[in-house]
Structures are given as C-alpha cells and as structure tokens.
C-alpha cells in the first residue's frame, strides 16, 4: 500500500500582515526515507485577501526524480505540472466575491504524496485612490471621482469625504475591463474636471507623498508675507518694472507701488523648508537686460521684509540665445539651479522673464548669466502658426529646434505623426464671466489615434447638479468646442502613465519636457 501523508494548511497568501513573509515548507520531517517519505510542498504565505491580479508560487521538493503537482481551486482541478517551481495566476474578476480553497497536491515516482491547502477571500479591487493629494471634500472645494466604461457609461461616483471613498470594488459579474477615472474638482476658485483614459481595473493610485516626490509637486498651501523695494537710486522708479520672486517654494501673488516703493505680495510653501530668496527687477515687456539687478537674502523667517533698489546686484554678464525660425510670437523664461541636486528635485529660482510677445526680435534675446546659478533652464512659448503652439522647459542656453509633430483631424478622430509620451485634451467653458473657467483635461498614453472624448463621457447627474449650483453647464462641453485643444507632450524622463494618475507633471519633471498644442476648432 502506497504511503499516503495528507497536510491540511490554512495558510494566508502573499500580503504584509504577517511578521513572516518567507514562504511555509511542508514535507517529511526525515527526507533521508527516500522510499516512504512525501515530497515537500512550499507555498506563500500573507494576507488572506485578494483583489488584484496575483501570481501564486510554489515549489516542491522530493528525493526522486519526478513529482506531479495538481491544483484544484474549489474542488475544479485547474493546473497539472511537472516543474519543482511554478506559479498560478489568480483574477478576482474571474469569480463571485467569496471565499476560495486552493488544494496543491503533490505525488513522487514511488506514490506518496503531501496536500496543502490555501483558503483565501476574492472581491474585485476596480479602483483605488485612497489618497487623493492628501485632499477631501470641504464646503469650499467639493471633490468627486467618477469611474466610466471605455465608451463612456458611467459605472460609480463618490464623492471624498473620507479616505475610503476613493476605493471602488465591482460586483460580481462585472467583467474585467479598462476605465475611465475622471476627478471633479468645484470650486469657486480654480473648478478642474480630470479623465484618464485606458486605466486597467485594479489600478491603485500612487500615494500624495510618493507622488509629490517623484514628479517634484509644487506646493498647494501657502503662507504670506510682503517685500517693499524703495527706490532711492533710480530715476523714474518702478513705471514700467517689476519685481519678481517665484521659485520652487516661493509665489508671486501680485503687487502695487507708485515712483518710489513697489511692495510684492509673496506666498510660501507651508510643506516646504524655507529657501533663499531670490528676487529680481525687470522690466519684463523688454527683451533686453538693460536695467536688470537682483538680490539674494540667505535667510527668511517669512515675516515682511523691505529692501532698498541701491541693495540690488549689476554683477552679471550679458549672453544671447536665437530663436527658433519662423515663429509668430514667443516668450521666454529662465530659471536657476546651484546644482545637479537641486536640478533634479526641482529646487529652482526663476531669474529672468520676456512676456508673450508676437514682435518677434530678428536677433538673438539677450540674457544676464549669473554665477549664483551654473545650471540654467530655458521655458519657453513658440507660436508656430495660428493653430499650433509649443511649449517647452529645456537645459541649456542653446537655440532651441521644433519637434516637427503633425495631427489630423477626421470627424472625431486624432490621428498623430510623432514620436510622444502621452496626449491631452483640454476643454473650458465659462458662460458667466464672473465665475473662473472650467477647464476638463482628458490624458492618455500614447498612441496613434485617439477619439475626442467629451460627448461620450457621461457625468452622473448627482456631480452635474453640483455644477449647475455653481454656474456651470457640463453638457456645454462638446467635441466641436471653440476652446478644444490637443497636447501632444514628451519628457526626458518619462514616468508611466498608470504613476501619473491624477498627479501629471508640474515642475521641471526632471529633465526637459515639450507640449504641442493644436487648436481642433479654430
């Protein structure tokens, strides 16, 4: 008679809630009973729930040459092997949410055998945004995700008043499928609709501040405080100049001031430690830097500070950069780094500014080089025609070279010619002119044809009466809209699109990036 050894194991399965992740071994306490002994059956060990496309791995073991491992997934055998190590798939959107009993059987050459058993729990993980920027509904900012088939049926809305609002489960029999994950974010101030297109079920989005870190997230909140020039030197004072104090962790939040003191409104990041202050002074109409100086305070308590013109540095040389050929307007932006550490984490001062101008210069734009910053980064906006516009943040002083894209346009369909990371749709609609515009991104990872998405895309109508409260009109937002634009954008460093999940680029995205806006109805 054969040597039959049944093991029943109630095990848990690959999660982090056991102190001991290394796989459980079971088998003959002595494997030199080579005749008699069961072969060894190794499997995982963790959480007892899966909602989330899984690999199970096992191994076995024995003294003989060959052992056959069946698995049976409640009573069904649905694997049989003759490897020593292998792996089963579970997808949760394969069965009814509830507990499953995984058998592995394994048998050697002399007939002996060992059984292990998992049991675990299914339910279908469709969504996970557990954490959406560190944010949740308020009175003043209401905040709502949506979850739409790819053709535009809505399948669940919340709206986030805690953080497990943002994790969406199907029900059995939804088939697995990719989505659309939209976020409505209404206010008063600055109302945002985000979509994602082609988002696989299961997707978890990336946490605040694991996100914040790996695209270089400029702050959100801010404090306040104010900086007053006084002019004791220079004739004709401030008429025509500005004071500018923007960087990574500083905002420009307006100023005023008359011939003789211009006071600049500043805000500062409240997660973010206190920089130097950078702060320059330009007439920021002229492409030339003439009358350009700055000033560097080391230190900042954030309380109000007052300086006088006469404290501001001339030290700087004066360089030059061409334009690219052809363009009908531009502006042009630079902005410092002291180092390849402060590059890569965003850690800038802008240092100069051109504002958007369609006299365009036949010779090259000048520029002060400072010491302060050895590493420079040119931001730049080209108009290439009336419908095509580039944008683009690049390292360097170099002169900078057109990417070339096309698109075309047939019915509803986009069709690229590009060598692009990801596109966008960009929408607005404002019908009171007292309320900011409602601008609806819509991103996608790359691809050569893509439909226009917003007459397909349906807003559960709890969201749209949200938005009627506040004066806006969704269904006003139409594939033949005279705000449409589509973005074509590329980066040095490209991110995956399923990380960029309601976290798109912002800072320097750690390398350059171009933007190519089309105009669809112009």
Not at 116 to 121: G, N, R, S
Not at 211 to 226: M, V
Not at 392 to 421: E, H, N
Not at 496 to 510: A, Q, S
């Amino acid at each position: 008679m054969k040597n039959i050894l049944i093991l029943f194991v109630v095990l848990f399965i690959f999660g982090c809630d056991s102190d001991d992740s290394s796989p459980a071994t079971i088998g003959p306490v002595n494997p030199n009973q080579e005749d008699t002994q069961p072969p060894s059956i190794s499997i995982p060990r963790g959480s007892d729930i899966i909602e989330v496309l899984t690999d199970l791995n096992f191994s076995v073991s024995d003294a003989s040459d060959m052992i056959e491992t069946v698995l049976t997934l409640d009573g069904t055998q649905v694997l049989e092997t003759t490897d020593t190590a292998f792996s089963f798939q579970i997808d949760p959107f394969d069965f009814d949410d509830g507990e499953k009993t995984l058998v592995i059987t394994a048998e050697d050459e002399a007939g002996n055998q060992a059984e292990a058993q998992l049991v675990f729990t299914t339910q279908k993980l469709l969504f996970s945004a557990s954490d959406f920027r560190g944010q949740l509904s308020t009175a003043e900012k209401r905040i709502f995700i949506a979850l739409n088939t790819l053709t535009g049926e809505t399948i669940t809305h919340r709206e986030l008043t805690s953080a497990t609002d943002g994790i969406f489960y199907a029900e059995d029999g939804f088939a697995r499928q990719n989505i659309i994950a939209t976020v409505f974010e209404i206010s008063t101030s600055r109302p945002q609709i985000s979509s994602y297109t082609d988002v696989p079920a299961g997707t978890i989005v990336p946490s605040f501040a694991g996100a914040s870190a790996q695209f270089n997230t400029p702050p959100n909140n801010f404090g306040e405080f104010s900086f007053t020039v006084t002019d004791d030197a220079m004739a004709g004072g401030f008429d025509g100049f500005n004071l500018t104090l923007q960087s990574h962790t500083y905002r420009n939040f307006g100023g005023s001031g008359d011939n003789n003191m211009f006071t600049l409104n500043c805000g500062y990041g409240l997660d973010i430690p206190a920089e130097d202050i950078f702060i320059y002074f330009k007439n920021p109409f002229d492409n030339a830097p003439d009358d350009y100086r700055y000033l560097l305070l080391e230190s900042n308590d954030f309380s109000d500070k007052t300086a006088n013109l006469s404290e501001f540095s001339q030290d700087w040389d004066r360089s030059s950069v061409e334009l690219p050929s052809g363009i009908i307007g531009y502006s042009f932006f630079l902005r410092g780094f002291t180092d390849e550490a402060a590059y890569t984490s965003n850690e800038y001062d802008e240092y100069y500014r051109v504002f958007y101008s369609t006299d365009v210069p036949a010779t090259p734009i000048e520029f002060p080089e400072i010491d302060l910053f050895p590493i420079v980064q040119q931001r730049l906006t080209l108009q290439v025609d009336a419908t095509t516009e580039v944008r683009a943040s690049v390292r360097g002083t170099g002169t900078f070279t057109l990417p070339g894209w096309t698109i075309t346009r047939t019915d509803d369909m986009i069709s690229t010619d590009a060598d692009y990371d990801s596109f966008t749709f960009l929408n607005s609609i404002q019908e009171d002119m007292m309320l900011p515009r409602l601008f609806w991104y819509v991103y996608g990872d790359a691809t050569e044809m893509t439909t226009i998405p917003y007459e397909s895309i349906t807003v559960p109508e709890a969201i749209t009466t949200v938005l009627d409260g506040e004066g806006y009109d969704v269904s006003l937002f139409t594939n033949d809209s005279d705000a449409l634009f589509f973005i074509l954008n590329d980066n040095e460093m490209e991110a995956p699109y399923l990380e960029r999940i309601f976290y798109e680029y912002t800072g320097n995205e750690k390398g350059d990036r171009i933007e190519s806006f089309f105009e669809l109805n112009p």
